[in-house]
């Protein structure tokens, strides 16, 4: 018969070596951490409940762990390596850092999973819509790598500007694969205006789909139109100056913009997630760049050579 | 083969091992503190910390190693992520303001300081703590047309009135050639512990010996 004591020391110290235990792990927004500790899996909540990122945690107790520090990329690559990598093309964000891509070669998909269809990537910290990255596969998720460097940037570029034009009918430009064909469908059919388009001319149609709509679909949906609302805030704070939005980036706390002035000069600039002031303009306003906001900015930039810094 | 293979065949493997272990703090991540950081990890250096609290801005990208994707964010954070994916060489880069209460901190156990801050409060603080800690410190700097690459013992931080953050000119010619001088002055240190300081004009592309007046 077992010793109750000696039982009970051992749960004690496995509880004491599970406090002392630092571990690292990628997290989803929403999502939970897991480690072993003392050969026991253990399910922890993220404590802040909404971080999203790569994170090195210390539980709490058996239900929480905290994120404790931010691990260097060095960390985070060798984590990366053991895993199974696959060239994608980003298509839209899901929600937060989390994407849907197409794999850039489906061949070479079916090969090495078996199947060939779009992947959901998650902490997506660079790139943009279109953009060619490597992701590794951990056997249940897709992990963001790294953009990938060997593809070729004009054809995000010419994707992108089919999608800004909304040329949803038999686009074509020299050395386009079917893949990239699918990831622009896949992109376009999320679109506002492509939305209202097809709304207008198969409204019966689309009604008698929406009820057949799958539940992967309707989680594909919900979190699109809070990507929506993101770009919308953006678009119409740039209107409201005078400039126009051509594509945003979520960089964790702040938005990467892209955009234009009214006389189409382009700009990038960083913006704060929260009160949409400006973090990095594009021109030197000698550190007071956090006085503007992003509506103020457009202003400030077509005037910039009246302005004494 | 090694990725520092032509390095190695001019430079010599014994030099080539003492480069790697020799400990490079760099001062500032902009203009000459990105390219100065990158040059050194291309030729072979192996410890390396840079410290610059400054984010990408769209007007750094014609001078320094940064791309367009990555306006906003912290300039030691991609620096050291895009030379650790270029190399292999894992750059401890620190997101932070070098100030007098930290300077101790930030610059301990290092071989050498490259101070290349863009203002003098900052270039003041750095040479008084490699003084009195006896810490070899090269400063780096340009203006207008001009480059200076000097050693602390012969340095005189410029005036205050002359740290305008925006209006200067800056020509990417002088930056490259500047750091490509200071680059050769921090190994010849390494090397023989030779303390070679040098003006640099782009003008009449001279590269001259320090007159210390």
């Not at chain 1, 897991?34 to 909540?45: D, E, G, L």
């Not at chain 1, 839209?92 to 078996?114: C, H, I, K």
């Not at chain 2, 003098?120 to 690459?149: F, W």
């Not at chain 2, 013992?153 to 200071?182: F, G, K, Q, W």
Request: charged share 25%; net charge negative; proline share 4%.
């Amino acid at each position: 018969m077992a010793d109750i004591r000696k039982l009970i020391n051992e749960i004690a110290a496995q509880e004491v070596q599970l406090r002392d235990t630092e571990f690292f792990a990628p997290c989803v927004r929403g999502g939970k951490v897991r480690s072993r500790v003392a050969n026991i899996i253990y399910t922890f909540s993220p404590q802040p409940q909404d971080f999203e990122g790569w994170g090195i945690f210390q539980p709490v107790n058996e239900k929480t762990a905290e994120m404790v520090e931010e691990p260097s990329l060095v960390q985070v690559a060798e984590y990366l390596k053991l895993l199974k990598p696959l060239r994608l093309r980003l298509a839209y964000v899901l929600q937060g850092q989390t994407w849907l891509a197409y794999p850039v070669n489906e061949s070479d998909m079916q090969q090495r999973l078996g199947v060939a269809k779009p992947a959901i990537v998650h902490l997506v910290t660079e790139g943009g819509v279109f953009e060619p990255i490597i992701a590794r596969w951990d056997g249940g998720v897709w992990w963001f790598d790294e953009v990938d460097r060997r593809g070729d940037p004009l054809v995000g570029e010419q994707l992108r500007s089919h999608l800004r034009s909304l040329s949803d009918q038999n686009i074509r430009f020299a050395g386009m694969t079917p893949e990239m064909r699918t990831v622009y469908d896949l992109a376009l059919q999320q679109t506002e205006e492509y939305q209202r388009r097809r709304q207008q001319q198969q409204s019966m149609e689309r009604q008698r789909r929406t009820r057949q709509t799958t539940k992967q679909a309707r989680r594909v949906e919900r979190p699109r139109r809070k990507a929506d609302g993101d770009e919308g805030r953006l678009q119409e704070a740039l209107r409201m100056g005078g400039g126009d939005l051509r594509e945003f980036r979520d960089r964790g706390d702040y938005w990467q913009i892209e955009w234009t002035t009214s006389n189409g000069e382009w700009h990038t600039s960083a913006i704060d997630k929260k009160e949409l002031t400006v973090i990095s303009s594009g021109i030197c306003l000698s550190g007071r760049d956090r006085d503007f906001d992003l509506q103020s900015l457009v202003g400030v930039i077509e005037a910039r050579d009246n302005w004494d810094f | 083969m090694s990725i520092f293979f032509h390095e190695q065949l001019h430079r010599t493997p014994a030099l080539m091992a003492q480069l790697r272990d020799f400990p490079v703090t760099i001062c500032g991540a902009g203009a000459l503190g990105a390219n100065i950081t990158e040059n050194l990890a291309r030729s072979g250096f192996g410890k390396l910390v840079t410290i610059d609290r400054d984010r990408i801005e769209e007007r750094n990208l014609s001078t320094q190693p940064y791309y367009r994707s990555d306006v906003g964010a912290y300039k030691v954070k991609i620096l050291t992520n895009t030379i650790y994916r270029a190399l292999g060489v894992a750059v401890d880069g620190r997101s932070k303001e070098l100030t007098s209460a930290n300077v101790a901190q930030l610059l301990a156990g290092s071989g050498i300081v490259i101070d290349t801050f863009d203002n003098s409060t900052s270039r003041q603080v750095v040479k008084d703590y490699c003084t009195n800690a006896n810490i070899p410190c090269l400063h780096v700097g340009l203006a207008s047309d001009y480059a200076e690459v000097i050693w602390n013992e012969i340095y005189r931080v410029p005036s205050p009135a002359n740290d305008d953050v925006c209006d200067y000119p800056l020509a990417r010619n002088l930056v490259m050639l500047t750091v490509a001088v200071a680059c050769e002055v921090i190994v010849t240190f390494v090397v023989s512990g030779n303390k070679e300081s040098f003006t640099v004009t782009l003008g009449d592309f001279a590269v001259k010996p320090f007159d210390n007046f």
